[in-house]
């Protein structure tokens, strides 16, 4: 099998034209990014508001629980089914495969948005408040940077799911790496259905890569840790001249200056 992908792979014909590997990934990625910027729109600002606030904490409990349970694909069908009659264009596709993938991507984004403003420091808070920071400009200058971890990891998440769940809009007649599984499966193609399989994990893997990157990039230093990692050798150095000048042996009077 894995010599069958690699000869499928290696195939130049399944990397031209309409069904080409280059034409369904830019699909895959359209659907994924227009999902998670929707989602970040409405997931975003309500997590910050809701963490800094602490009004709607049962949004995040238990709405968000509720959609993570929605079973996608018999969403995708119902909405696709619903809309069959009145719309005659492909938003009848389009928009179903949307709307099931943003529905994907707001839990983690607006849960994690929530926990990270939630669990900034209260002596943090004080302090900005203490220098005469005003409500929104300790949110956005204190509460949000402070909870950028979270925040990436939330977007990660729902980016994540996205690129996973997008294969099933190839049941729907849409396009992405799905449509090798589904093209395959129905012609008994199994090294089709395999190389989009592979196609899709490696998309995963090299978006999950780009947030680890783009988490170094943004996230302070401070909040991050990597501030307090490097100076440990510079710790490490002081300790050890600090014990080559005062050994424990030595009475303080031996001690030298």
Do not use: K
Not at 25 to 32: G, P
Not at 151 to 179: E, P
């Amino acid at each position: 099998m894995i010599g069958s992908i690699l000869t499928w792979l290696a195939d130049g014909a399944h990397w031209q034209g309409p069904d080409g590997i280059p034409t369904h990934l830019v699909e895959h990625l359209t659907y994924t990014l227009i999902a998670v910027g929707l989602g970040t729109v409405v997931a975003l600002p309500l997590g910050l508001l809701i963490g800094h606030t602490g009004r709607g904490t049962f949004l995040v409990a238990g709405v968000t629980n509720a959609m993570r349970a929605l079973p996608t694909f018999g969403l995708l069908v119902l909405f696709v089914l619903l809309l069959l009659p009145h719309v005659t264009t492909d938003l009848v596709y389009q928009g179903p495969g949307e709307a099931v993938l943003f529905l994907l991507a707001v839990p983690p984004i607006l849960t994690n948005t929530y926990a990270g403003v939630q669990n900034v420091p209260p002596e943090v808070r004080d302090a900005a408040e203490g220098m005469g920071m005003t409500g929104p400009q300790v949110l956005l200058r204190v509460e949000l940077p402070c909870a950028l971890p979270l925040v990436l990891s939330g977007l990660r998440a729902a980016v994540l799911q996205c690129v996973a769940t997008a294969i099933v809009l190839a049941y729907v007649s849409l396009g992405g790496f799905g449509r090798y599984i589904v093209d395959g499966q129905q012609q008994r193609d199994f090294p089709q259905m395999a190389s989009g399989a592979l196609l899709v994990a490696l998309l995963a893997l090299v978006a999950d890569g780009l947030f680890v990157l783009l988490a170094r990039l943004v996230v302070s230093p401070g909040v991050s840790g990597r501030a307090v990692r490097a100076s440990r050798p510079g710790h490490a150095r002081a300790l050890a001249r600090a014990r080559g000048r005062f050994h424990p042996a030595r009475s303080l009077t031996d001690a030298r200056p």
